[in-house]
């Protein structure tokens, strides 16, 4: 007996060997059959759909949970336009903490303020509190006097501080518990969940730049122990977790996380994916790493995490370990350092089925193209980063390069893989959105960014499930609606494929099962 047949419905498997289907059965939490395979079939629960749209579930692989769930928790500055707005935001939170606090705030953005906040400002409203308000970006950071005294390397007197700065001055935060983080994870997958998401990679734990507490992935293993974990989770582990170890030579590890556990470990609901390796910044906070400066007058060609020399030798030992790699990349030079180690890498080495992946590649040269074809290399972009920052971008980096941004085009003609993901918090989650951004190149304000760059429906569909679970190492359970795979679907009220573009994004997402269960 079946344990759910759903009818009526309109089936798109994103399987070329069966494209369509009515009616669907799922036994066990597996996809057992479709259409006559199943038709007439006792079932426990059947679900007339009354010609809804079924698709596998949307795989976001590239995906901050703790992160977004602290982040909503926390108070928010990210709707004020005026400097003493904020400030206004920081007092009132001031006023309701005990002495000596640590009060997180999110949504930091000096670009949309009449004048940057200053260390100075900070202090006059917080009363001896540490104050820390989180960049939009993720990238930077801005705290007052109290936080800098507790990291008086750090620098930058004015308070606003990115990268490794940011990454010093977090490291003097007392650790989040695991029961808070366990919260904040079951937070965010519930909208992950709302929005049709299935499946995602968490993009670093265990790091020094982002890293909640050195036992970050315990909060994953107690939400999921606990029933908090309603999504299929990769956990990609920063590479600054990474130590030295003394194996045999012939396993060629020189460094590992403890146990020597890498890509693979795990099943069913959680499980570890790629090494992330950061090799430069972000757009926002004009870190990202460029060849040619940004066209805002400052001069600045942002930057790289660490030497070129050093980002190799730890992308080499990753692949050497046999680890899939996720090096973050945005701004071209970094894309030029990720390219010359993964080849290097792979000239020690060959692995052809590693899948490396280069994480946002956010600005890519015509040039920089066929390298990613040639090391088989996937592309992990944001589409919404363009659909809400796009302006922006394309501003800060001038018309000679705009239409480089976030490329989806001219990925595919050069037969490179194309995986759509988030980066949420950082930008809207929702994958409908951003296939919509991929279809017209449109950002907020209407302005279109590399016409060129437009994909096609069915290439966005592929890019949020087939290519992306490809790119986690998933293809064989999740991905497409195939007999034997896992009944990870979301019931769409509309077929993407035939609304205009313009409504995709207003599609309502229904249901949502995982495992076949549509139960929170």
Same mark, same amino acid.
């Given at each position: 007996?079946?344990?759910?047949?759903?009818?009526?419905?309109?089936?798109?498997?994103?399987?070329p060997?069966?494209?369509?289907?009515?009616?669907?059965?799922?036994?066990?939490?597996?996809?057992?059959?479709l259409?006559?395979e199943?038709?007439?079939?006792?079932?426990r629960?059947?679900?007339d759909?009354?010609?809804?749209?079924?698709?596998?579930?949307?795989?976001?692989?590239?995906?901050?949970?703790?992160?977004?769930?602290?982040?909503a928790?926390?108070?928010?500055?990210?709707?004020?336009?005026?400097?003493d707005?904020?400030?206004?935001?920081?007092?009132?939170a001031?006023?309701?903490?005990?002495?000596?606090?640590?009060?997180?705030?999110?949504?930091?953005?000096?670009?949309?303020?009449?004048? !940057? &906040? *200053? #260390? $100075?400002?900070? %202090?006059?409203? /917080?009363?001896?509190?540490?104050?820390? =308000?989180?960049?939009?970006? @993720?990238?930077?950071?801005l705290?007052?006097?109290?936080?800098?005294?507790?990291?008086p390397?750090?620098?930058?007197?004015?308070?606003?501080?990115a990268?490794?700065?940011?990454?010093?001055?977090?490291?003097?935060?007392?650790?989040?518990?695991?029961?808070?983080?366990?919260?904040?994870?079951?937070r965010?997958?519930?909208?992950?969940?709302?929005?049709g998401?299935?499946?995602?990679?968490?993009?670093g734990?265990?790091?020094?730049l982002?890293?909640?507490?050195?036992?970050e992935?315990?909060?994953?293993?107690?939400?999921?122990?606990?029933?908090r974990?309603?999504?299929?989770?990769?956990?990609?582990?920063?590479?600054?977790?990474?130590? !030295? &170890? *003394? #194996? $045999?030579?012939? %396993?060629?590890t /020189?460094?590992a996380?403890?146990l020597? =556990?890498r890509?693979g470990? @795990?099943?069913?609901?959680?499980?570890l994916?790629?090494?992330?390796?950061?090799?430069?910044?972000?757009?926002?906070?004009?870190?990202?790493?460029?060849?040619?400066p940004?066209?805002?007058?400052?001069?600045?060609?942002?930057?790289?995490?660490?030497?070129?020399e050093?980002?190799?030798?730890?992308?080499?030992?990753?692949?050497?370990?046999?680890?899939?790699?996720?090096?973050?990349?945005?701004g071209?030079r970094?894309?030029?350092?990720?390219?010359d180690?993964?080849e290097?890498?792979q000239?020690?080495?060959?692995?052809?089925?590693?899948?490396?992946?280069?994480?946002?590649?956010?600005?890519?040269?015509?040039?920089?193209?066929?390298?990613?074809?040639?090391?088989?290399?996937?592309?992990?972009?944001q589409?919404?980063?363009?659909?809400h920052y796009?302006?922006?971008?394309?501003?800060?980096?001038?018309?000679?390069?705009?239409?480089?941004?976030?490329?989806?085009?001219?990925?595919?003609?050069?037969?490179?893989?194309l995986?759509?993901?988030?980066d949420?918090?950082?930008?809207?989650?929702?994958?409908?959105?951003?296939?919509?951004?991929?279809?017209?190149?449109?950002?907020?304000?209407?302005?279109?960014?590399?016409?060129?760059?437009?994909?096609?429906v069915?290439e966005?569909?592929?890019?949020?499930?087939?290519d992306a679970?490809?790119?986690?190492?998933?293809?064989?359970?999740?991905?497409?609606?195939?007999?034997?795979?896992?009944?990870?679907?979301?019931?769409?009220?509309d077929?993407?494929?035939r609304?205009?573009?313009?409504?995709?994004g207003?599609?309502?997402?229904?249901?949502?099962?995982?495992?076949g269960?549509?139960?929170?």
């Amino acid at each position: 007996m079946l344990d759910t047949r759903i009818t009526n419905a309109r089936v798109l498997t994103m399987d070329p060997a069966r494209p369509t289907a009515r009616e669907l059965g799922v036994w066990h939490g597996r996809i057992v059959g479709l259409d006559e395979e199943v038709a007439g079939l006792p079932a426990r629960r059947t679900l007339d759909l009354d010609g809804a749209v079924v698709l596998p579930g949307f795989i976001d692989p590239h995906v901050h949970l703790t992160w977004t769930g602290l982040k909503a928790a926390a108070p928010s500055v990210a709707p004020c336009q005026r400097a003493d707005d904020v400030l206004r935001v920081v007092a009132q939170a001031v006023a309701g903490s005990p002495e000596g606090a640590w009060l997180d705030f999110g949504g930091y953005d000096q670009r949309t303020l009449d004048r !940057p &906040v *200053t #260390a $100075a400002d900070l %202090d006059a409203v /917080s009363a001896g509190r540490k104050v820390f =308000l989180g960049h939009l970006s @993720g990238h930077a950071c801005l705290v007052n006097s109290a936080v800098l005294e507790g990291a008086p390397a750090v620098g930058r007197p004015d308070g606003f501080l990115a990268e490794g700065a940011m990454g010093a001055a977090l490291r003097t935060r007392p650790p989040h518990s695991l029961a808070e983080l366990a919260g904040a994870i079951e937070r965010a997958a519930l909208t992950c969940r709302a929005e049709g998401i299935t499946a995602c990679a968490e993009a670093g734990v265990g790091g020094r730049l982002f890293g909640r507490t050195p036992v970050e992935a315990a909060a994953y293993q107690r939400a999921h122990e606990t029933g908090r974990l309603p999504l299929r989770v990769r956990l990609m582990v920063a590479a600054d977790a990474l130590h !030295p &170890v *003394t #194996a $045999a030579p012939e %396993d060629t590890t /020189s460094r590992a996380i403890d146990l020597g =556990l890498r890509t693979g470990f @795990g099943e069913g609901r959680l499980s570890l994916g790629a090494l992330k390796v950061f090799t430069d910044g972000g757009m926002m906070a004009r870190t990202a790493a460029l060849t040619a400066p940004y066209s805002d007058g400052s001069g600045s060609s942002g930057e790289l995490q660490d030497t070129p020399e050093a980002l190799t030798e730890t992308i080499v030992a990753g692949h050497l370990a046999g680890w899939q790699l996720a090096v973050h990349a945005i701004g071209d030079r970094a894309v030029d350092v990720a390219l010359d180690a993964l080849e290097t890498a792979q000239r020690r080495a060959p692995r052809p089925d590693a899948r490396h992946r280069v994480e946002h590649a956010g600005l890519v040269r015509p040039d920089q193209l066929p390298r990613f074809a040639a090391l088989g290399v996937t592309a992990v972009v944001q589409p919404s980063f363009l659909r809400h920052y796009g302006d922006d971008y394309a501003t800060v980096l001038g018309a000679d390069r705009a239409d480089w941004l976030y490329r989806g085009r001219a990925f595919l003609d050069h037969g490179v893989p194309l995986v759509a993901s988030s980066d949420r918090p950082v930008a809207d989650g929702a994958p409908l959105r951003a296939i919509q951004f991929m279809v017209e190149r449109a950002s907020l304000s209407g302005r279109i960014i590399g016409p060129a760059e437009a994909v096609t429906v069915d290439e966005a569909l592929r890019a949020y499930t087939t290519d992306a679970a490809r790119a986690c190492h998933w293809e064989s359970e999740t991905g497409s609606l195939t007999p034997g795979r896992r009944a990870d679907l979301v019931v769409l009220g509309d077929d993407p494929r035939r609304v205009e573009p313009s409504k995709i994004g207003d599609i309502e997402v229904l249901r949502t099962f995982l495992d076949g269960d549509d139960r929170l």
